[in-house]
């Protein structure tokens, strides 16, 4: 569906930014920190197949999505319904990204080498430490049933979510994520979905024409993620919310990039020598996503800090302002 | 009215929808409502698209205006005696008509909002606890618009974006929401 049409629903998202509504009565027998448990487990071992929509800030998107977990591995295909073509496939501990001059990826750039992590950080992390976790009754998404939890952040430095979990295996089906007490700020939905364990493999191949950039995620030498903390190169982050710990080694090449997370929400942090492009300073924000840039001169030479996730303006601001330079050699001689 | 046929009526306005869903479309028990929410839809199409609709000559300036301000509507000229043209005086009565069509005609669900299926409800409140940061409060950051990046700069932006994305998806277990994310700030979709 393209065109008003989405144009249409995406609409009726705003729509819903606009209004309140009392809560629903809590429903099911599991309490909401069992359903948190299974969300990361579900989302890497559940297989199926459908089609799932992303709205925020004025934008709706589409994708088409086919995931599989075979052997202990990961098998994910995804392939954007709107603008130029394109699709992403996993496998394991490599991506192949095919995608279309939009954005101008130069992927042989920006696919990092990060790990895989083939289990989610969300199910080891303490999460009700950092949110309020309820179970806020029953919905029906993509014909399946599904519980709602909601957790509201205990603190302003991240946002509060809300999850629709498949009932039979806890996939997650839809989000919204907002600061608390306030509308969504982004919303993620599957609008048809089949969950099998039939999917073959001709629906895990790259079959868009186009530029292919493939490359592996895992250590070169062992075949093992990086060890995130080593990235910190030259650099420190004297500040961060509390509950977000390294969660894995964003692979730039530069080894100057590091991301935290507290088992729902994430932010990266990325720390390089100011390069030609002069970026501006400040924060932008696309629904729920924040990116926060600013200038650092150690030993008269600039930096840049950036602070990209799914966090609030003034979280990812002190989060940058806490960033201290060590070594500025080092971290100079890490751009590669 | 379910998020499917919801789908096939949008679709029915882009002149994409298939036959089987338009069947199914024309065959719901619910035909008056299936025609309210087309009618409405047109309506607010009109608006956007062609500054025309049957709602035109409604001028809810002044009672939106009212409502915002907490004040009683009072009485305002005519356009013919303000004298403003008529392409400022629309702008009013078009967002207006916006809010109203799509809290009409959207809000009752739409596939996106909550259980009840009446009104979306915010994401809930929990009492902030006060956690002390070394960099004490911290001012509302400026703000960027990533609209106004020239090309250099969108692409060592999106560099950023793609990697943040990866982490999300994989490394924090997010599955596809990551890729969703960097797809939306990419631009495209709609």
Redesign the interface.
Known sequence: MTGAGWGFLKHGVLALLLVAVVPVAAAGDRPASAWLEQLGPALNMTSYRGVFVYARGGRVHSMQVAHRYVDGMVQERLVLQDGGAGEIVRRGMDVVCVLPRQGKFRLDQVIPSGPFAQASASSLMPVNRWYRSDLVGEDRIAGYDAVIVALTARDAYRYSHRLWLEKNTGLLVKRDVGEAGGPPLEHFQFTSLEITGDIPDSELEVQTQGQVVTRSSGDTNTGQPAEAVGRMAGWQLGWRPQGFVPAVAPGTGTGQAIAFSDGIAAFSVFVEPEGAVKMPRGASRIGATTVYMRELTVAGKPFLVTVVGEVPPKTARQVADSVRVEDAQALSAGKL | MD?RL??TL??M??D?ADELSVRRLLSHDDQPEVLRQWQR?QQ??DL??SGQSQMDSIDVCAGVRAVLDGHPEQARPGPAETGRPRTGRWQWPAAAM??LA??I???AG???????N?????????Q??S?P???GS?????????Q??D??????????????A???S????????G???L????????
């Not at chain 2, 009446?118 to 929990?126: G, K, R």
């Not at chain 2, 911290?138 to 703000?143: G, S, Y």
């Open positions: 998020d919801r789908e949008s679709a306005m882009d994409e839809w607010v199409r956007v698209h916006m809010v799509l809290l005609g959207f809000g739409a596939g996106w909002g909550p259980v009840d009446a009104l979306p409800e915010p994401l809930s409140v929990a902030p606890e956690v940061s070394p960099y911290v001012q509302v950051a400026d703000e960027v618009a990533m106004g990046l090309p250099a700069q969108w692409e060592y932006m999106s560099r950023y974006l793609l990697e943040h990866q982490h999300n994989v490394g924090v277990g997010q599955g596809s929401v890729y969703a994310r797809v939306s700030a990419s631009g495209g979709g709609y």
